[in-house]
């Protein structure tokens, strides 16, 4: 059974402090996504890590890929209120038969404070 | 594009009754999912698809039913409804083969079992 989970589950920084999101994920897996969700929205998609060693930025934010440590990290420099968001990390589950479902950690809710 | 789209947005159902909630999608995506977000606990695979006529079950099926009639629907029926069925359901969709984008997540459908 593939397990994946977040550190910290919930993290409250101020404005301009950088911070770490972790990842660790149970077994192989070479694909891994981050989702961001405002309360009462639905997931957007923020990042997608396919391979060892990748590295993806967006703005404040930066997503790597480590399979062999079976770890993903989400970066956030010099936050600012509008990161506030819960974030999610997915795993890919291959099932076979060319379908694959994504398994969810419990979400990191960040809260940045001015 | 309209994405995925889910009907209804919220809905109270009283114990022991029936409802389905709506999924289409007009991105021609072939893989179909249903997940359940319940606070604090991340995202559980419920009922997922990989094509017409093709359904699978997921971590949480109990309670539930899925078909896929056509490639754009995939509604999910729950019959007899209890109160650990409250819950927030949200219906995605990925390309067929394709792994380079995660999922295209609804807006959300937010059921309270009273």
């Known amino acids: 059974e593939l397990k994946v989970e977040q550190n910290p589950l919930f993290l409250s920084m101020q404005e301009g402090k950088n911070y770490t999101i972790y990842c660790n994920y149970s077994?192989?897996?070479?694909?891994l996504y981050w989702y961001r969700q405002d309360p009462g929205k639905s997931l957007e998609s923020l990042f997608v890590?396919?391979?060892?060693?990748a590295v993806k930025q967006e703005g404040r934010l930066m997503a790597s890929l480590d399979t062999k440590a079976r770890l993903s990290t989400l970066h956030i420099t010099a936050a600012v209120h509008d990161l506030s968001a819960t974030y999610f990390c997915a795993v890919v589950l291959d099932s076979g038969a060319g379908s694959y479902q994504l398994t969810f950690g419990k979400g990191t809710k960040l809260s940045v404070i001015p | 594009n309209a994405g995925v789209t889910q009907t209804p947005k919220f809905r109270i159902l009283k114990i022991g009754q029936s409802m389905t909630l709506q999924c289409t999608q007009d991105?021609?995506?072939?893989?179909m999912y249903w997940y359940r977000q319940d606070p604090g606990m991340g995202l559980k695979l419920i009922y997922y698809s990989v094509g017409a006529g093709i359904t699978d079950k997921g971590e949480v099926p109990n309670g539930y039913n899925v078909s896929r009639s056509t490639t754009e629907d995939f509604p999910l029926r729950l019959e007899l409804a209890a109160p650990s069925q409250t819950s927030v359901y949200f219906c995605?969709?990925?390309?067929?083969?394709?792994?380079?984008?995660?999922?295209?997540f609804g807006s959300g459908t937010r059921l309270t079992v009273v």
């Open positions: 995605a969709s990925s390309p067929t083969g394709i792994r380079n984008y995660g999922y295209t």
């Open positions: 077994t192989t897996s070479d694909r």
């Open positions: 890590l396919l391979s060892n060693g």
């Open positions: 991105m021609n995506h072939n893989y």
